[in-house]
């Protein structure tokens, strides 16, 4: 599976952006999906997740009812929704596909998003 994340940038407090996430290859709609995101000099932080059909979809404390993840397996695309952004959601944001105990299988190269305040 090969992952290409797009429409991160630069926008300002309290804006919104919506990442999307294109896959080809193997079949997508058979993976579990997330969005992780780095910010500098910081760890990689889990975002949101979705089930392979999309009927489960979970995101982390720190961007509920901010963030939203969906994804549209006929496009073979995973989406993540972001409103009222504030500076410190500022990271490259990375798809992955297969999520494991130690990360993902597969992996974008990321996108970067950065919030002015």
């Known amino acids: 599976v090969q992952l290409v994340e797009s429409w991160g940038g630069f926008v300002q407090s309290g804006g919104f952006l919506r990442l999307s996430c294109v896959a080809s290859?193997?079949?997508?709609?058979?993976?579990?999906m997330c969005w992780v995101r780095q910010a500098p000099g910081k760890c990689r932080e889990f975002v949101a997740g979705i089930s392979w059909s999309g009927g489960n979809a979970y995101v982390a404390d720190s961007v509920k009812g901010r963030f939203t993840i969906s994804r549209n397996n006929t496009k073979n695309t995973v989406y993540l929704q972001m409103g009222s952004l504030k500076p410190e959601d500022t990271a490259v944001y990375y798809c992955a596909a297969d999520p494991t105990d130690s990360g993902a299988n597969y992996w974008g190269q990321g996108t970067q998003v950065t919030v002015s305040s």
């Open positions: 290859g193997r079949a997508f709609r058979i993976y579990d």
